[in-house]
């Protein structure tokens, strides 16, 4: 089968054995490249071997490529490490930051969309391509809050990023439909506004509600349920528009079985395969 | 408008609690305490997660509510976050931190349980070297033994307590279900082998030959420090070869 119609899953350490001993039929995987950031031991072994048999996907979370400041160079680095030893068939990370004054907030923050955030992510990205000799996706991410200062959408964000820099697109399914909900966004017309030829992979991932005291909610992305109906319906119409790319599914939080990830890939292949219209 | 940095720097501070950041925020149905309370809880959630998978058997020794209430506020109290972009083997300072919290301070050893397991996530990730065999060394002429210099492998770590860390790790194992700590100290000899990290419990002649020789000192200057008597040295480099202790060795000028 071809790969842009293979779906993939996100490995976690929990389900590394039971890939080990069964090699379910599944047609990648992805990792997060920082839970490998170790000289040596037994990850980067079970790596190696899960490497032998399934194409691997390298999905960053700690570049920050959106904040202000210069990128860390040491962690280049160690990515390009990673590159040079598994030789993933892609390497992703996200839209957005987690640096400032040379720390380090372990979260995905919100970068806002104006020329200057614009230039300083190209240039960031022009960076890492040419560092690591190689094209990197850029994610969507699930946000919580929008900017004032904010002067572009961000599928426009998106857009120019990819054009100013030759970088492609991890678009997010889910993350479509948590941003679109949280700040009232038409999740459609994200989709019909990102460029089609940037799409090289998907993303589709369960999410959650969170209430707050004074009865207002928003929705999280905590990777930790099923793939609800609207986002399925969501990555049907993706697929209708011509986003037919390599689709994983996200799973960390209250990991379950891993026969139910297989499950979800099932589903998604039966998208992929079929490219019906199930939605509108 | 502000510029990115700003806007980033206002951000930290914000999280700090140190300001609001209101005045970057879009307005709209859901305040902007609460939008930004999100990223203030998937931070926080994210460094108590990366605690407890430092110290998973210093959650199990204390129970993940007492753990979770101490993590969060060890992350509360921080003066500064980590500089690198990932989380393995975060958290260093936790274990003295323990030391002044108020439902564990009155566990005397928990702090050095704590460093211990640090120290084994340490080992666990540590280079790959292969450790070196008794044929590797069938070859040294015997009158060089005292210049010998054995180079140590680098997921080898050593850790002395006053505390009798060794029935603590039995209780965190269920080897036993519970054990009156006796009034003595434990050393202890921390190794990866075979992809498993392995803790060997030492004499303190052991432990000061093994602190001799991840200082770098020969075989000759061990044996006048330590005393050639106290020990038996064939059994000593037989239980190191058979542990993957060593990973080359060099000799010191004659
Ligand atoms: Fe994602």
Redesign the interface.
Known sequence: MPINKCVGVGLRLPHYQYVLDNTPSIGWFEVHP??F???????L?LLDRICDEYPLSLHG????LG???RL?Q??LK?LKTLIERFSPFLVSEHLS???????????L?P??Y?D??LE?FSNHIDEAQSFLGREILIENPSS???????TMTEPEFLNALCQKTGAKLLLDINNIYVSSV???WDPSFYLKSISLSLVREIHLAGHSQ?T?E?G???L?DTHSSHVCEKVWALYAEAIQLGMVAPTLIEWDTDLPDFEVLMREARLAEGYLKEKKVAYG | MVDLLTLQKAFLEAYEGKRSFKDFVKMNTVSHENRFSVYKGNVEGAFRKALEGTYPLTWKLIGQKCADGAAYAFIRAQKSYPQEGTLLNWGRGFPEFLKTFEATKTLSYLSDFAKLEYLMGESLCAEEKTPLIAKDLKNIPPHHYGRLVFIVHPSLFLFYSPYPLDQVVEVVEEKVPSVALENRGSYALIIRQEGQVKIHWLSKVEFTFFSSLLNGNSLGEILEKVGERKFNFQEILSFSLKNGVFSGYTFVAE
């Open positions: 920082e839970n950031f170790m000289k040596g031991g037994p990850a072994r979370v700690g570049l920050s904040s202000a400041e860390n040491n962690h160690q930051w987690s640096r400032v004054r040379g720390q380090y907030l372990p979260d923050l970068v806002p104006t200057e955030a300083i919580y809050l929008e900017y004032n200062m904010s949280n700040h009232g969170k707050f004074d207002s909610s928003l999280i």
